[in-house]
Structure formats: C-alpha cells, structure tokens
C-alpha cells in the first residue's frame, strides 16, 4: 500500500509541483506593471491559472473590469476560506509594493487549499480585487462588500510583502474626497471684480484645514493637492479642485473629521462666492478589525515554512482596504520578508525586492503557509468559532 498523505503533504506539494510556473507569473506581472482598474495583464494571467486548475471564474465582477471571483466547490456542506490577490502598481514606481507577490501568492494558496476540499469539504475562493492603491474607483474590496461577495465567507486571508515577517497591523480608515468649487471666468487685469475666483476658496480651503488640525487628535490625518488651479494667470479660474485623503484610527472618526472638513469647503465657497461639490473619487478605506485568534494561526503556519515572525507593533500606519473585508469576516492581512529589515514600501528598493530571489521564496512560503491556515479551519469546527468568536468580540469593541 502506497503511502497516505494529509492535507499539509497535498498543500505542501501542490506549491513546490508549481514553483517555478508561480515565480514566473509573479516576473511577469512585474514585469509589465498596471495601474489600479488597468490590470488587464495580471488579471487575466492570474485568472488563467485558476481556471486550469478547475476553479469557475466570473471576471468583470463589483464594477471593475479587472476584478475576478473564482470558487472550488467541494459540492459537500462547509466553511468558505477567501484569499485577497492584490495585483495592481503605483504609477511611475511599478511594483513597489510587491502586489506581483500578494495575487500569485494567494491564487497559488487557492490552489493548494483547493486540492484538500475532498478531505475537508466546503468552499475556496481567491477574489481578485485590483486598485488597492485607490485612484479613480479605487479600494475595489469595498466594492466587492457593497455587491455582497463576502456574505457566505467564512475567513479571509492574504499576506504582503514587507522588510519583516509579521502579523495583521493596526490601519486607518480613509475618506477620499474630491472638492470642486465653481465661480466665474474675468479678465484678472480689466476686470477683476466682476471675477468668482475658485483657486481662492480652494486656498481657503487648504488655510481652514490647517487650522482644524491644531484641534484633532494625534492619530488623524489630513492630506491633500489641488488638482486644477485654472488655466492661465491673467484670466480669474472659474474651477478650481482639490483631492483630500482624511484618515483616523477608525471610520467612525474618520468620518466626524469629515464632516468638520465638509464644513470648512461650505465656508470657503460661501467667503469667495463660489460654490461648491463634494464627492468620494474612490471607495471609502476602513481601519482594521484585528483577529488575534486567527493571527495566531498564521503565526504558526509561518513558522512552520521558517519564517521569523516579528511582534513588534509598526512606529507607523498605513491603510489597505483589507479592513473593509474585515468589517465583515475575521480576516487576516500577515506580512512575509522579502528584503532588509528596514527595507520601505513605495521605493526603487522595494520594486527591487519584489523580483528579487528572496521575493520568489515568499510566494512559495507564504502560499504553504496561507493554504494551511485555510485548511486548519477548514477541519477544525471549534477552532473557527473561536475565530468567530474574536471577530465578534473585536468589532464590538470598534462601536
């Protein structure tokens, strides 16, 4: 009799059977970065290698032709484990975040877990949700929780690279607004006074904003450019926009500060005469819900393939609109080494590590490790509700 093998072995050599074909698909998507919605490349490479693996793909899903929303079945009752591929660039840095990493890591964790479903029953899914970097129709994870792909998960999971390995970090929330003021074209020599200078309220607007800030707790952030300051000097700007990210610990203050910015545009149009438009450009960016239950698995499955998982709490915070998903879903958003410890995303040297051999040894650990988290929960009925559990307990504590 031949020998028997658990679901690690299957996962274990379901990754290393496709190694090389994994590490050519992160190079290629390198390769030929895209920005967010534009993905059309690395979606559909991506959505190549599902489907060869028998998983049924709708692409064009939540409102952005570059997004995809791939299932195995097992056709028996059981939880439904999600990865996050992320796959989009930043524009003129290429893949200076390794999202090359982040979606061929969790299509060939899909995989993996995938090949164990006979043993374990339930679902896999890998969503693809580009524009993680927002822009115009950004933040696609909040798209695909506004259309409903998250209500039959059970947990959601994905790694990023970074300079350690590590587990979920606090995030901010984010509202992206873009403010548009209106007033009325003059020659600004002849006749100035029959002039509505936009560009003035939007001064005004970045002047009111500067003030607000002495009276905000440390943890907010408010940052903005103008987008259009009219057209020529001699001529009084009739439009006039700017785009501000505002950030805080959580949605629910991210949200009173935007209300209080809100406030200072109505003042700046009403001061110059102007008027003025308010408006999300992308997808609102939740902070994160932290399941500590769930980090611990992952911590153990890293370690597992030889990772070093590092404890120490982030000096700084960013955002990812993984917290949108994790308003939802106990979610899991780890990080695995790819470069120096003090290596820093959105730079050359990040890019760099995003194709370098360390970076093609992350895809297959952090595939291993990913797929066997799934698979854990995917067998073990008390330990998921103990996730469920923690992501109750967490997000209680975000009201």
């Known amino acids: 009799m031949g020998k028997v093998y658990n679901g690690l072995d299957v996962i274990n050599h379901s990754v290393d059977s496709n190694k090389d074909l994994y590490v050519e698909t992160s190079q290629a998507i390198h390769l030929r970065p895209e920005i967010g919605n534009q993905e059309f490349f690395a979606s559909k490479t991506l959505v190549n290698l599902l489907e060869e693996a028998g998983f049924a793909v709708d692409t064009g899903v939540a409102g952005h032709e570059t997004s995809f929303y791939a299932v195995k079945d ?7 484990v999600a990865f996050l591929a992320e796959y989009d660039a930043l524009p003129g840095l290429g893949h200076a975040c390794g999202h090359n ?4 890591t969790s299509v060939a964790a899909g995989i993996a877990l995938a090949e164990t479903l006979s043993e374990t029953g339930g679902r896999v899914l890998v969503l693809g949700t580009p524009a993680e970097e927002g822009g115009p129709n950004g933040s696609a994870k909040g798209s695909f929780v506004k259309h409903g792909y998250l209500k039959d998960v059970d947990v ?5 690279p970074a300079g350690k390995t590590s587990l979920t970090s606090e995030t901010l929330a984010v509202d992206p607004l873009d403010f548009h003021f209106y007033g009325k074209a003059a020659h600004a020599a002849g006749s100035p006074e029959k002039g509505i200078n936009a560009l003035d309220a939007v001064i005004q607007l970045f002047t009111g904003i500067n003030a607000l800030r002495q009276q905000l707790t440390s943890d907010v952030r408010i940052h903005g450019i103008i987008t259009h300051g009219g057209d020529a000097p001699n001529i009084i700007p009739e439009y006039a926009s700017a785009r501000f990210f505002i950030r805080a610990e959580s949605w629910k203050k991210t949200e009173e500060v935007a209300v209080k910015v809100r406030a200072i545009a109505d003042g700046a149009a009403l001061a110059t005469g102007a008027t003025v438009k308010v408006e999300r450009f992308q997808n609102e960016v939740k902070d994160f819900v932290i399941n500590s239950v769930l980090d611990d698995i992952l911590k153990t499955e890293l370690e ?3 990772e070093v998982v590092s404890v120490e709490k982030s000096t700084g915070k960013g955002s990812t609109d993984a917290g949108n998903i994790s308003y939802e879903v106990p979610t899991a958003h780890g990080h695995i080494k790819i470069g120096p410890d003090d290596l820093i995303a959105h730079t050359n040297e990040f890019r760099e590590a995003a194709r370098s051999s360390i970076g093609n040894e992350a895809i297959t650990k952090g595939a291993k490790a990913l797929a066997a988290t799934g698979y854990r929960l995917l067998k073990d009925s008390v330990l998921l509700h103990q996730v469920n559990k923690a992501f109750n307990t967490a997000k209680q504590a975000k009201n």
């Open 74 to 80: 097992s056709g028996v009752s059981g939880p439904t």
């Open 101 to 104: 990493i982040i979606g061929t």
């Open 156 to 160: 959601a999971l994905m790694l990023h």
């Open 304 to 306: 597992a393939v030889g």
